[in-house]
């Protein structure tokens, strides 16, 4: 059985395959640059949910298989919830990682430590070509630190603390990120169910 | 495990049981009528999808258990798919099966019988108390009956024909209208996942 798996975002695809290899699945996982007609993935919604069902579905759509999305972010609490579904163009449409965390970093400058609650949230969707789909969500709680740290993952998290470890994201292993992440969360529940789906949906 | 059906239509409650039944899922089944607290359940969406997610989410939050709902409908071509999401509220707010089949069979009264196409589609989700769901779909073409046939169903199932048996959906046996119709589709699909669901998703 094949997936396409519909992002574009290496640092997704690399935690996402890690995952579904750990679990053993007996799929192949076919990459988004396979299919060349298909360009930027548009991201209409309002929130991840929205995102995340519009983006599985596009491409399921528009290449015929079962495609697995992904839509997360960071959602800090003293920024009621920013950037959220903005996360990954909050410095701008064309952003990197270094110039949003920098963004970040500057509006939380005069926030103390205990009030920097934050959580990165994912959610996942899993869509047929026949309409069908499974959506799962994790989210991970921490704060926001107040200087990056850290040379692992990608995007926030070089500004995002795991309180019980102490560490950002970025100093975690790939596997202990993953064991702990809203992306790992998600996609953890979404494993069990893969199988069942593909096979059973018609 | 335990399972709300997020409805009170009892003729929905009727089938679902049935293939729930059939399937010999391991899973208790509560009625809706088991939470005295909980009024009619709004359907604010635009779509079947948006009905569908609606009430489940409303059900399980409000009771803390796993929910299964099923929005469904009438798509009539030559009404550019109306009555769709009203169809239970088509002759108005509080009108019998026997209104809304009268006013719909109204409206069709100039269409020949070719151009009388229809579909009965359904979106049945079953949502977890965590915010996971999995949504399915099922469709039932046919074509809109000249008068009432039939004795059996509910809704509109005496003025819809399946024409391969050139009967209505109210002269088909309980068994043989769910093995055909949109919600029996939409929930066999579901039978499927819904055991690894129930048990994956925490």
Known sequence: MELVI?????????EIRDILIENKLDIEIKSLDEFTDIGQIPEPGHTFEENAIYKARFVSYRTGYFALSDDSGLEVDALDGRPGVFSARFAGMEASDEENNKKLLNLMKDVPFENRGAQFRCVMVLYSPFGDYILTQG??????????QGEGGFGYDPIF????LGKSAAQLSRGKKNSLSHRGIALRKMVRLIGP???HIK
């Open 6 to 14: 519909a992002t574009r975002n290496k640092g997704k695809i690399r």
């Open 139 to 148: 989210v991970w709680r921490g704060k926001i630190a107040l200087s990056p």
């Open 161 to 164: 603390i795991d309180e019980t």
């Open 197 to 199: 789906f593909l096979e």
